[in-house]
């Protein structure tokens, strides 16, 4: 290797300024690196906007506490979620009784914007280049670098970044896994999910909330499920008085551009999905859906697990590596684990050592990632009332204790411990 590139500190391009991006950021920073994250939106996120509620497990708080250097402020953004309650409903006589439920589930809930905030602020000025539209990119003959192109937006100016690595964060319909793997596809799950957050500041007194938690009273530290007939939804408190929401519902796979993930709902559908939940679910959660303002739809997609997460001086993290069903808490957590693991493989061989390090990414992660996503979808369908392998489904009325224990998130593979390094 040249001596230039032995004396300098070796640079990373990060596509995507989410979740997984900046969580890139931070471990590559910390191994030594200079990072430069590329993202399209025009600045931080701020405020709350339209938005849904994550749950991070011990393993993921523990390593963002060391990346912002204050624990306490993770805390302070986020409920306890101890409680991990599967109840099934019956929708005629608007009855409810215990599925499975374990009190050991030890995550915590936060709204997706402030985590993003948190972690944001936290990495030093000028790392996020806001409002840059990746554009392209083309390794080095030599394989020993990456140039990027990313389109100013105000601008329409034309910016070239080079990099010893590109970390793709680019998200589940990845343009930059495309280039690898043109005929990878991503799978409809079979289900949409509704979502909202219902802001109550103001009105922590008024019946709804008076209702919500007379009829669920551990909401606050307790991640509940509801199962009626063939659909499902999750539900949990956020700080700074919100409610968290998401209903799944079976339907054909919607016609939607390239894919897209979020879809906005027109009245008529609002409306609709209004009628629907004051059938299927107790009157007090089918009045927190109906007075929620601008609930919007997730279609859900995941993919057969990727053969691989690099190439040359490529990797793939988050949800441009493994695009996952929301069923099993996932995809944030997922994320935070890829940096993590990335940051300690690059620090432990260096760049001399670029391929080796990328390698031994990849074995620590490629199993885990695997069977997390496979399991997220099977609780998916589970849930969900759908056709499984052996063609049975699972029905909350007449589920054996057995069976009602495999809807629990501590059946999740890993869900103690994922590796980070060998």
């Given at each position: 290797?040249?001596?230039?590139?032995?004396?300098?500190?070796?640079?990373?391009?990060?596509?995507?300024?989410?979740?997984?991006?900046?969580?890139?950021?931070?471990?590559?920073?910390?191994?030594?690196?200079?990072?430069?994250?590329?993202?399209?939106?025009?600045?931080?996120?701020?405020?709350?906007?339209?938005?849904?509620?994550?749950?991070?497990?011990?393993?993921?708080?523990?390593?963002?506490?060391?990346?912002?250097?204050?624990?306490?402020?993770?805390?302070?953004?986020?409920?306890?979620?101890?409680?991990?309650?599967?109840?099934?409903?019956?929708?005629?006589?608007?009855?409810?009784?215990?599925?499975?439920?374990?009190?050991?589930?030890?995550?915590?809930?936060?709204?997706?914007?402030?985590?993003?905030?948190?972690?944001?602020?936290?990495?030093?000025?000028?790392?996020?280049?806001?409002?840059?539209?990746?554009?392209?990119?083309?390794?080095?003959?030599?394989?020993?670098?990456?140039?990027?192109?990313?389109?100013?937006?105000?601008?329409?100016?034309?910016?070239?970044?080079?990099?010893?690595?590109?970390?793709?964060?680019?998200?589940?319909?990845?343009?930059?896994?495309?280039?690898?793997?043109?005929?990878?596809?991503?799978?409809?799950?079979?289900?949409?999910?509704?979502?909202?957050?219902?802001?109550?500041?103001?009105?922590?007194?008024?019946?709804?909330?008076?209702?919500?938690?007379?009829?669920?009273?551990?909401?606050?530290?307790?991640?509940?499920?509801?199962?009626?007939?063939?659909?499902?939804?999750?539900?949990?408190?956020?700080?700074?008085?919100?409610?968290?929401?998401?209903?799944?519902?079976?339907?054909?796979?919607?016609?939607?551009?390239?894919?897209?993930?979020?879809?906005?709902?027109?009245n008529d559908m609002v409306q609709k999905m209004f009628e629907e939940a004051e059938r299927i679910w107790v009157p007090e959660l089918a009045k927190v859906i109906k007075e929620t303002k601008q609930p919007f739809i997730?279609?859900?997609?995941?993919?057969?697990?990727?053969?691989?997460?690099?190439?040359?001086?490529?990797?793939?993290?988050?949800?441009?590596?493994?695009?996952?069903?929301?069923?099993?808490?996932?995809?944030?957590?997922?994320?935070?684990?890829?940096?993590?693991?990335?940051?300690?493989?690059?620090?432990?061989?260096?760049?001399?050592?670029?391929?080796?390090?990328?390698?031994?990414?990849?074995?620590?992660?490629?199993?885990?990632?695997?069977?997390?996503?496979?399991?997220?979808?099977?609780?998916?369908?589970?849930?969900?009332?759908?056709?499984?392998?052996?063609?049975?489904?699972?029905?909350?009325?007449?589920?054996?204790?057995?069976?009602?224990?495999?809807?629990?998130?501590?059946?999740?593979?890993?869900?103690?411990?994922?590796?980070?390094?060998?």
């Amino acid at each position: 290797m040249e001596p230039e590139k032995m004396r300098r500190a070796p640079k990373a391009v990060v596509v995507g300024g989410s979740i997984a991006g900046l969580s890139c950021a931070h471990a590559l920073i910390s191994a030594g690196w200079q990072v430069t994250v590329i993202e399209k939106s025009g600045a931080a996120p701020s405020g709350s906007p339209t938005g849904a509620g994550l749950g991070l497990d011990p393993q993921s708080l523990e390593i963002v506490g060391r990346w912002i250097s204050n624990p306490d402020l993770l805390r302070d953004i986020t409920l306890p979620l101890t409680i991990d309650l599967n109840q099934a409903i019956d929708s005629a006589k608007k009855m409810s009784w215990t599925l499975a439920r374990d009190e050991s589930c030890n995550f915590r809930a936060a709204h997706w914007a402030d985590l993003h905030s948190v972690i944001y602020k936290a990495l030093p000025p000028g790392i996020v280049l806001w409002g840059h539209q990746f554009l392209s990119f083309q390794i080095s003959n030599d394989k020993s670098s990456v140039l990027t192109k990313s389109r100013i937006l105000q601008t329409d100016e034309i910016v070239e970044i080079v990099g010893d690595l590109l970390v793709a964060a680019d998200g589940c319909l990845s343009t930059i896994r495309q280039h690898f793997l043109p005929n990878f596809n991503l799978r409809y799950s079979g289900y949409i999910g509704w979502r909202g957050v219902l802001d109550f500041s103001g009105e922590e007194n008024s019946d709804t909330m008076v209702g919500i938690r007379r009829a669920y009273p551990e909401l606050g530290h307790c991640l509940y499920f509801d199962l009626a007939d063939r659909t499902h939804c999750g539900f949990y408190e956020l700080r700074n008085r919100r409610l968290n929401w998401i209903w799944f519902v079976n339907v054909p796979e919607p016609e939607t551009k390239e894919k897209s993930m979020t879809l906005k709902a027109s009245n008529d559908m609002v409306q609709k999905m209004f009628e629907e939940a004051e059938r299927i679910w107790v009157p007090e959660l089918a009045k927190v859906i109906k007075e929620t303002k601008q609930p919007f739809i997730n279609v859900i997609y995941d993919a057969d697990p990727l053969p691989q997460l690099f190439w040359d001086n490529v990797v793939l993290v988050g949800d441009a590596a493994h695009p996952v069903a929301p069923n099993g808490a996932r995809s944030t957590n997922m994320s935070i684990l890829d940096a993590e693991t990335l940051g300690l493989c690059l620090k432990k061989w260096g760049l001399e050592n670029l391929a080796t390090a990328l390698q031994e990414f990849q074995t620590i992660r490629h199993p885990v990632i695997t069977k997390q996503v496979l399991h997220s979808r099977l609780v998916g369908r589970l849930k969900q009332g759908l056709p499984l392998q052996d063609n049975t489904a699972f029905d909350p009325k007449t589920a054996s204790p057995d069976e009602c224990k495999r809807l629990q998130h501590r059946n999740m593979p890993y869900f103690e411990h994922a590796p980070t390094s060998i």
